[in-house]
Every structure is written in C-alpha cells, then in structure tokens.
C-alpha cells in the first residue's frame, strides 16, 4: 500500500467532508424545522475525526514516530483535536451551536494543511535530533490538546456573545462558581406592592411616584429591559456552561504541557526557560485562561464579562499556536515556512 498517497486522499477527504459539514450545520442554524441536518452534521464530524485520524495513523506507520514534527502534522492533529472536543462538547450540550461555530474553524485548518502548505512541508522528514525524544509525544500532544479544548471553549463564549448582544442577560442558579449569589432580571423581580408608594432622594425631593403599582423609573426600566424567551434564555444557560467546562478541561491540559515543556527542554537545551516566544505565549495564555476561572470560580462572574475574557483567550491561543512561528524565529520554530 502506499502510504503517501492515502496520506493525501485522506487530507482531501477530511477537507471535503468538514466543507459539507459546516454547510449542514449552518443549513440546520437557518433552517431549524429540518429535523435531520444536525445529525447529518454529528455524522460528519465523526466521518472527519476518523479521517484525520487514520490520516495521522499512516504517517506514523511511514515515519516511524508520532506525526508531530511539523507544521503540517501539528495542523492535522490540532484539526483531530478539535472535531474530537466537539463531539464531546455537542454530546453534553445537544445545541446545534457547537457544530454551527467548531466545523468552520476545523474546516479553515485542513484547508490551510491540505491545500495551502507546500509539497516539502507536507512530506515526512527524519527527526532533528532535539526531537528526537519521548517527550515529543507527550509536550506536544498534550499543549495541542488544550488549544483544541480552549478553542472549543473560547468559540461557545462567542457564539454566547452572539446570543447575547445588546441584551442584560442573568444566568441565575448557576451550579458552578458563587452558586449562591442568584441574579434576577429585571423583567422577573418580585411585585413592586410592596414598594413605597413615593421615593425620595436624599434630599427629600419626589423622585419617582407610584402610578398604578409600579413608579415611573421602573415603568421605564421594564419597558426598555429585553424581554428573554424561555428558548433564549436556556440557549445562553447551554453556552455558557459548556464553554466553562471546555475550558476547565483545557486549562489542566495547557498547565500539564507546559510543564512538560520545561523538563523537556532541560534536557535538550539545559535550561527549563528561555522565554522564547512559543514559550512566552504559552504563559500569556495560560494567565489569560487562568484569569477566566478565577474570575468564575472565586469572583462569581458569569454571563458577557467572562466570555469577553474567553474569546480574547481564543485570540491569544492562535498567536501562541501559529502566530509566532509567522512573525518571528525561535527554539520552536519547526512551523516557519517563508
């Protein structure tokens, strides 16, 4: 059998099956009523993750080592990363969301792979000796593992963002973070009887007089207080929670790899740190993601402000990934290719 061109069938069919999955997500987005289009889509992204996968299996059988060593492995591995967190995500979730924001960016990474990168970066090459170590699978696997979970995590914040906008959404009864400290909307708060029938200011000036049971500055603020559907409001609930929990499951990963990182090149370069830039946006992420949990877990953020944090993670995520290896030379610069 030759290896090489199943290699490049399957990169083929890993593009073309995740273009017509995205196109089935989307369909399903715009046309909800159609009850088949979101399983066709799960499908298709399991069809995907198999694809890349054997696409991987291949080239570990013709190289002799774990497909890692360049950009174009990296970018397959991340791509099998990311359809694997999805269907994790989608399972836990059942919102065509998931599919609808992770398809596009898996589909935009076999692309750039499989159609973009030159024929000499998608061939198999002998290690360089500093790679030629056990900790290639382990450091490496395990840092884009968690870009794939943080990605993941980071797109369910934008598409809650998505949701959201131009709304004062309160996600009450959270089960994670300050559970305790329940927010109401405005539009859900007990009956105003209850209030006096004139407020004062400090004063003692008429600020707001009741006017059949409600005052007039609460007459306006619920008029011009979004009124969330059921529907609405439970989409944003889903978003939110499993953006929280994608991201708690890539941010052990990212910490496990960075200090796997630093053993590793201890060993191959005789210093645990160099801030290199690889290096260095890995720490920036890894405060950025660090930020966000503390916020949710110790600060009881919850609802836009968080998933602000998040999708800036998602940003510094790509920088850390890809960016250096595009602006600039380093210790990790396997990926540079101009």
Not at 58 to 66: L, P, S
Not at 98 to 118: D, H, K, R, W, Y
Not at 269 to 285: F, R, V
Request: hydrophobic letters at 50%; aromatic letters at 12%.
């Amino acid at each position: 059998m030759d290896l090489v061109a199943l290699q490049n069938s399957l990169d083929n069919l890993s593009f073309a099956v995740l273009l017509v999955t995205m196109l089935l997500y989307w369909s399903g987005m715009a046309f909800p009523r159609i009850p088949y289009l979101p399983a066709l889509g799960t499908a298709g992204m399991a069809i995907a993750n198999l694809s890349i996968a054997s696409l991987l299996g291949a080239r570990w059988i013709e190289a002799g080592y774990f497909p890692l060593s360049n950009l174009y492995e990296s970018l397959f591995f991340i791509a099998w990363g990311l359809t694997a967190t999805h269907l994790l995500a989608e399972y836990l979730s059942r919102s065509r969301w998931v599919g609808a924001v992770a398809s596009p960016v898996a589909m935009g990474i076999t692309a750039f792979a499989a159609l973009s990168l030159p024929d000499t970066m998608q061939v198999a090459e002998p290690l360089v000796p500093a790679l030629q170590s056990n900790w290639l699978m382990m450091h490496v696997s395990v840092m884009l593992l968690s870009y794939a979970c943080l990605m993941v995590g980071s797109l369910l914040a934008i598409a809650f963002l998505i949701v959201t906008r131009g709304q004062a959404v309160s996600l009450a009864g959270s089960s994670y973070g300050n559970g305790n400290r329940r927010q109401t909307p405005l539009n859900q708060m007990e009956t105003v009887s209850d209030l006096p029938a004139v407020q004062f200011s400090s004063n003692g000036s008429v600020i707001a007089e009741r006017s059949q049971g409600v005052t007039t500055l609460e007459r306006i603020a619920l008029e011009t207080t979004p009124t969330w559907s059921p529907e609405t409001l439970s989409l944003a609930q889903v978003l939110d929670n499993i953006s929280y929990r994608m991201i708690g499951l890539g941010f052990p990963l990212l910490t496990i790899g960075i200090i796997a990182g630093g053993v590793w090149a201890n060993e191959a370069w005789g210093s645990y740190w160099s801030w290199d830039p690889k290096e260095t946006w890995a720490l920036i992420a890894w405060l950025v993601f660090a930020a966000y949990l503390h916020a949710r877990i110790t600060k009881g953020w919850q609802g836009r402000r968080p998933a602000i944090l998040a999708a800036a993670g998602f940003c510094v995520v790509w920088v850390c990934y890809m960016g250096v290896n595009l602006l600039g030379k380093g210790l990790h610069s396997y990926g540079w290719f101009f």
